[in-house]
């Protein structure tokens, strides 16, 4: 669980995502409650639920991309889902539970990452070992002892031979890596597709798992290079030394109190004025909803797993639909609600040239593999700003993702000559960009198809 102070996680926040500082900060302390509560006694912890954000914007605005940064800044179980996916329970496609499954499964999978990494200093030395007994294997006893009486003499122990210490350093320094040995290795469980009806994912699963089991513990004798060896044999060494009943025990844990669950597209199943029918992905899926998002418990192949303290953060355009079309119980479950604004020309300007990884700094470095350095102006970044937010407002708003098609546009023919343009210098200034794009964003018919 992350210990960052609101204002860190939103400092995080602001080297990826311009503006939303309404959305940024409702995260922020949402995230932080899960570690305030950590804090507090135990009788009160139980009661202290959290508080669970609807977050209502266009497309294109940032509000997935938060999700993304928030997965990584959590150190805890996440997962983001699209509400489409689902359908009501008894109906083909996937029930709303299999999100507490997905989830359980990615706690699992941090969990024995983290012992794994915990056991990483004791399963070097004993693969090094194993290694070692490849490349010196033990000579065979002769049956015969000393006097020929049938007792065998006892063997000096491998760490006592000089020759073993030498090649211990050798395969420290990496001389040996290219050499190839022959070695036991556990051999991998044979994959089994299970055929199974629509819906029913889950049971798949299950049955791989168990078969899986079952064909578990077999070894086989591997040609491999020393560096390769010596890789698996680690990897396999960690997994025998973790427990995997802790590791089960504690994902269960950091589930029920750390898990975050981001559902996108949210308004895609609120109920639209004039439908009829079952609606079964739409409404049902609402219902279905409830009981998660209140509390429930939940059967996964780990064990039963309650919901009572998992955030829930939903997201969505709402362009067709409204908040207040969702059934009025998911909406008393969703307390805060943050509203996303649309993008500013400045805040286009922002997005090409201040946060970390920004679409310049990318075909700079795209093109300069091909020895073609790109010059951006403050002029020509200000017109690629103009231009996006200006096909924006004529046609559909996409937000920031107008400007990935605009960049394509601008710099197609750069990038189609490239090869023969090594060692030239391209600015990429006010005038480029209108002498490339003016007319397309100009006339809305083309920038329609082409913007």
Not at 348 to 367: G, K, N, P, V, W
Request: charged share 30%; aromatic share 4%; proline share 4%.
């Amino acid at each position: 669980m992350t210990q960052f102070t609101p204002q860190e996680i939103v400092h995080e926040l602001d080297k990826h995502i311009v503006g939303q500082q309404e959305a940024k900060k409702a995260v922020a302390i949402a995230l932080r409650n899960r570690w305030r509560r950590a804090q507090v006694a135990e009788p009160l912890r139980h009661e202290i639920t959290p508080k669970n954000i609807l977050m209502i914007g266009p497309t294109g605005v940032g509000k997935t991309e938060i999700a993304r940064r928030l997965a990584r800044l959590a150190n805890a179980p996440f997962i983001k889902v699209e509400a489409t996916k689902f359908t009501e329970v008894g109906y083909v496609g996937k029930d709303v539970d299999s999100i507490i499954r997905d989830l359980m499964e990615i706690a699992v999978k941090q969990v024995r990452e983290r012992e794994m990494q915990k056991m990483q200093m004791r399963a070097e030395e004993a693969a090094e070992e194993r290694i070692l007994d490849a490349l010196l294997p033990p000579p065979r006893p002769s049956g015969l002892g000393q006097g020929g009486f049938g007792f065998e003499a006892p063997a000096p122990k491998p760490e006592d031979s000089g020759t073993r210490q030498k090649f211990r350093k050798m395969l420290r320094e990496g001389q040996l890596d290219e050499k190839e040995i022959e070695i036991e290795l556990a051999q991998p469980a044979a994959s089994m597709q299970f055929f199974t009806p629509p819906g029913m994912e889950d049971l798949s699963q299950q049955l791989q798992g168990m078969f899986q089991g079952l064909a578990g513990g077999r070894t086989r004798s591997r040609k491999l290079k020393v560096k390769e060896a010596l890789k698996l044999a680690t990897e396999e060494e960690a997994a025998a030394l973790v427990n995997e009943e802790e590791i089960k025990l504690a994902a269960i844990e950091a589930v029920e109190q750390n898990g975050i669950v981001f559902l996108d597209e949210v308004d895609k199943i609120a109920a639209r004025e004039g439908t009829s029918g079952a609606d079964v992905s739409r409404q049902g899926v609402q219902r279905d909803l409830l009981p998660l998002v209140e509390g429930t418990t939940v059967s996964t192949k780990y064990g039963m797993v309650r919901s009572d303290h998992i955030l829930f953060i939903a997201s969505g355009a709402f362009h067709l639909s409204r908040p207040s079309d969702l059934i009025p119980e998911l909406q008393g479950r969703l307390p805060i609600r943050v509203e996303l604004g649309p993008l500013s020309v400045e805040d286009f300007e922002r997005i090409l040239t201040s946060t970390d990884a920004c679409l310049t700094h990318q075909y700079q470095a795209l093109l300069a593999t091909e020895g073609v350095a790109l010059d951006f102006t403050a002029d020509g970044i200000r017109r690629i700003a103009e231009i996006a937010h200006q096909v924006n407002e004529k046609t559909e708003n996409i937000g920031a993702r107008r400007l990935h098609t605009i960049m394509e546009r601008l710099l197609e023919e750069v990038s189609f000559e490239a090869a023969r343009r090594e060692g030239q210098t391209v600015k990429i200034d006010a005038d480029y960009v209108n002498a490339r794009l003016n007319t397309l964003a100009a006339d809305e018919d083309l920038s329609r198809y082409v913007l």
